[in-house]
């Protein structure tokens, strides 16, 4: 799945055939026919290439994503350090720690690793997070915690 057409032209072009499918879709507008024919895959696991936390991703399509995983299912994804912190007040980073804390999803799996160097040689540190899914994010949740969405 990808929001820009070019990624899926790029894939059918370097590697013809590796997916059974491959979606192009909004998923802060994700059409009701789209999202059943995913559901009907009845996906268990999401994984997010890049880091999230910086614009790419809202919010929002993270947690339509999330709410496509079957119960019981793995997630696994990357972050930067400081959303784990409070002192990070960024949407994203609230949302993180709420899907943890109000346990959307146990984490089995916690890892801080140098992620790269920054231009001016100072090393740059995320945190890997895998687990499993508890429960879907409800409709409200960003309302009622506060949280930037789409």
Known sequence: MDIIDEAQQ?????RPGIYDAYYV??????????????ASWMPNCLTAVAALGFGDIPPKAFYTAFNLIQSK???????KETFLDYTDSSGFSRMIRKLIL???????????????????????Y???LAGRKQA???????????????
Do not use: V
């Not at 790029?10 to 370097?14: F, G, H, P």
């Open 102 to 124: 109000l346990t959307y999803q146990d984490i089995y799996h916690l890892e801080r690793y140098r992620h790269r160097m920054s231009m001016d040689g100072i090393p740059l």
């Open 136 to 150: 879907d994010i409800p409709d409200d949740f960003s309302e009622k915690h506060d949280l930037s969405s789409c």
């Open 126 to 128: 995320f945190f890997a």
């Open 73 to 79: 299912g793995w997630i696994a994804f990357n972050i």
């Open 10 to 14: 790029a894939t059918e072009r370097d």
């Open 25 to 38: 879709a909004d998923f802060c507008n994700l059409h009701e026919d789209l999202h059943e024919e995913i």
